[in-house]
């Protein structure tokens, strides 16, 4: 029987590396803060580049929705209820690890 490897339809789904590489970022500086904000913070930002990105992106593509969103260890605060953190274009709330739209949000 004749081993067969996977093409590119087969990898449908798979992680782009880049984008593995961002989360493996955030969760090695989110590992102090409690399980649900790091869960919370991990799925806002997941959610957020996929939304930002559209379906089947180009590294290149993923890699500038990435750098718009600026360093991972930027979007974690420094101890628990820090407040806002900010990094790159946009800007998000710490308790909820969502992105901070209130008018008059500094940067």
Same mark, same amino acid.
Request: charged content about 20%.
């Given at each position: 029987?004749?081993?067969?490897?996977?093409g590119?339809?087969?990898?449908r789904?798979?992680v782009?590396v880049v984008?593995q590489?961002?989360?493996?970022r955030?969760?090695a500086a *989110?590992r =102090?803060?409690?399980?649900g904000e790091?869960q919370?913070?991990?799925?806002?930002?997941?959610?957020?580049? *996929?939304?930002? =990105?559209?379906p089947?992106?180009?590294g290149?593509?993923?890699?500038r929705?990435?750098?718009?969103? %600026?360093p991972?260890e930027g979007?974690?605060?420094?101890?628990?209820?820090?407040?806002r953190v %900010? &990094? %790159?274009t946009?800007?998000? &709330?710490?308790s909820s690890? =969502?992105? &901070?739209?209130a008018? %008059?949000?500094?940067?």
């Amino acid at each position: 029987m004749t081993e067969r490897h996977p093409g590119p339809a087969a990898r449908r789904g798979a992680v782009p590396v880049v984008l593995q590489d961002y989360l493996r970022r955030l969760d090695a500086a *989110a590992r =102090a803060l409690p399980s649900g904000e790091r869960q919370d913070l991990r799925a806002r930002v997941w959610t957020d580049v *996929a939304a930002a =990105a559209g379906p089947a992106p180009t590294g290149d593509r993923l890699a500038r929705v990435l750098g718009e969103l %600026g360093p991972p260890e930027g979007l974690v605060p420094a101890r628990a209820g820090a407040g806002r953190v %900010g &990094c %790159g274009t946009r800007r998000w &709330c710490t308790s909820s690890a =969502a992105p &901070c739209s209130a008018p %008059g949000s500094p940067g």
